[in-house]
């Protein structure tokens, strides 16, 4: 025991001996970090400048008087969202196109007066499928959503749901 206490005592004075310019050399020093000590007027006069600038919302454009309720400024927010579907099979466009199982984003567009359900994988336009516009809100608790339903056995129906319109789309399956 004393042989285990006599190593312990020498590594302590040791590792202290050698233990030269550690950050503990500078402790309580003033500019340890290069910061210069600030004076009483110094700091009420930056306090000052800071009080006095308003924050702006990033959100308004400059010029313009702009306010918005709580509600809308939701729904806006909502909107910006991308809304993904799972597609877990294999569909079929017009006998021709396939559209392979995976994650899609989905953007509901009115175009030329017809509506179409755009689905994208990273950027890139995967299939434009033509849809029915309808009032129905499908019982969906939310404005944006998306969903695939079974629609009999070989066909699958994709809701989709936005603040603009409603629609859905009935795909085959392959």
Known sequence: MKKF???????FIGTSVLADGDLWDNFGDANTYGQKPVTEQ???KALESKQKKKKRD????KGENFSQSSETEA?????????????PLNLKLDNKYLIPVGHYEVEGVKENGNVYIKLYQAHNLIAKLPAEETDDDF???????VKLRSHGDYHVEII?????FNAY?????E
């Not at 989709?160 to 603009?164: A, I, K, L």
Request: proline content about 7%; overall charge negative; hydrophobic content about 45%.
């Open 139 to 145: 019982d969906e608790p939310t404005i944006n959503f």
């Open 58 to 61: 990033k959100n308004i454009p």
């Open 160 to 164: 989709f749901g936005g603040v603009d």
């Open 5 to 11: 206490l006599t190593l312990l005592f020498i590594l």
């Open 169 to 173: 789309s009935i795909i085959d399956i």
């Open 75 to 87: 729904l806006t927010n909502t909107t910006k969202e991308p809304q993904i579907l799972l597609i």
């Open 42 to 44: 110094e700091f009420n």
